[in-house]
């Protein structure tokens, strides 16, 4: 895929790798980036040839500094933008892919920098990484899962006390809180993340998808539930070995 402004996306050997690019803006998330990002993790969900993705920003400043309010904060009316959100709903897309996700992030991991990470399954950072939620101190909320997707993955009260005070966490604060796996010097940031892709991808890709479905879809279940789901998920893996 090509001819994209603000995301460059590649794919090689199964991998797929999107980087956020617009460095010179701190790869903030504007509208345009959000019509690349529904087009690309579109064509990621319906690419059998990917297996992984790594998602990563351009430049040496930011991950993403999130959102780009000079837009966003002048959309041209409540009704155009619901409908561009819900014809577009990039955040919805992003969680509905059975594929892995890796964030690899450094600088400023910001707002809907930390959103999208968040929707990636295993996120490194690296020694430099920043995370914050700076939205109420503007006079708004997270727009894309945020308010969510944090307490789940570092729980309710660290959660809160981050998004309500907007204090920015260290990539070791960051990683004490869960919110990242590992912490990484910056120079082994990417190549960490392409060596873990293709760990990821060395396994069988079905299996690693329902394992991910196992998951994500089970955490919104009580115990029996989520046990029957994995049983199902694991019957239809040897049931499909035995047929293939």
Same mark, same amino acid.
């Given at each position: 895929?090509? $001819?994209?402004? =603000?995301?460059?996306?590649?794919?090689?050997?199964?991998?797929?790798?999107?980087?956020?690019?617009?460095?010179?803006?701190?790869?903030?998330?504007?509208?345009?980036?959000?019509?690349?990002?529904?087009?690309?993790? @579109?064509?990621?969900?319906?690419?059998?040839?990917?297996?992984?993705?790594?998602?990563?920003?351009?430049?040496?400043?930011?991950?993403?500094?999130?959102?780009?309010?000079?837009?966003?904060?002048?959309? #041209?009316?409540? =009704?155009?933008?619901?409908?561009?959100?819900?014809?577009?709903?990039?955040?919805?897309?992003?969680?509905?892919?059975?594929?892995?996700?890796?964030?690899?992030?450094?600088?400023?991991?910001?707002?809907? $920098?930390?959103?999208?990470?968040?929707?990636?399954?295993?996120?490194?950072?690296?020694?430099?990484?920043?995370?914050?939620? #700076?939205?109420?101190?503007?006079?708004?909320?997270?727009?894309?899962? $945020?308010?969510?997707? &944090?307490?789940?993955?570092?729980?309710?009260?660290?959660?809160?006390?981050?998004?309500?005070? @907007?204090?920015?966490?260290?990539?070791?604060?960051?990683?004490?809180?869960? &919110?990242?796996?590992?912490?990484? /010097?910056?120079?082994?940031?990417? /190549?960490?993340?392409?060596?873990?892709? =293709?760990?990821?991808?060395?396994?069988?890709?079905?299996? =690693?998808?329902?394992?991910?479905?196992?998951?994500?879809?089970?955490?919104?279940?009580?115990?029996?539930? @989520?046990?029957?789901?994995?049983?199902?998920?694991?019957?239809?893996? &040897?049931?499909?070995?035995?047929?293939?």
């Amino acid at each position: 895929m090509s $001819g994209f402004e =603000v995301i460059i996306y590649e794919k090689q050997d199964g991998i797929g790798c999107i980087t956020l690019n617009r460095p010179q803006a701190l790869n903030a998330y504007n509208i345009r980036m959000r019509d690349e990002l529904y087009e690309v993790l @579109g064509a990621i969900k319906a690419d059998p040839e990917v297996e992984v993705v790594i998602l990563k920003g351009a430049g040496e400043k930011a991950f993403c500094a999130g959102a780009d309010l000079t837009e966003f904060l002048t959309a #041209p009316s409540p =009704v155009i933008a619901r409908r561009a959100r819900f014809e577009r709903d990039v955040w919805g897309l992003f969680l509905s892919i059975d594929k892995p996700f890796i964030a690899a992030m450094h600088g400023y991991v910001l707002g809907s $920098g930390i959103e999208m990470a968040l929707c990636c399954d295993i996120r490194l950072a690296s020694e430099d990484a920043r995370f914050g939620l #700076p939205e109420p101190g503007l006079g708004i909320i997270p727009a894309a899962g $945020g308010s969510q997707t &944090l307490p789940r993955t570092i729980g309710r009260a660290a959660a809160l006390e981050m998004l309500l005070s @907007g204090r920015w966490l260290t990539a070791e604060e960051a990683y004490r809180l869960k &919110l990242v796996n590992r912490v990484i /010097p910056r120079g082994d940031l990417l /190549p960490e993340a392409e060596r873990l892709a =293709v760990k990821i991808k060395s396994h069988n890709g079905l299996a =690693v998808s329902h394992a991910k479905q196992a998951v994500v879809r089970g955490l919104d279940l009580n115990l029996a539930e @989520g046990l029957e789901l994995e049983a199902r998920l694991g019957h239809y893996l &040897l049931t499909k070995k035995d047929t293939d």
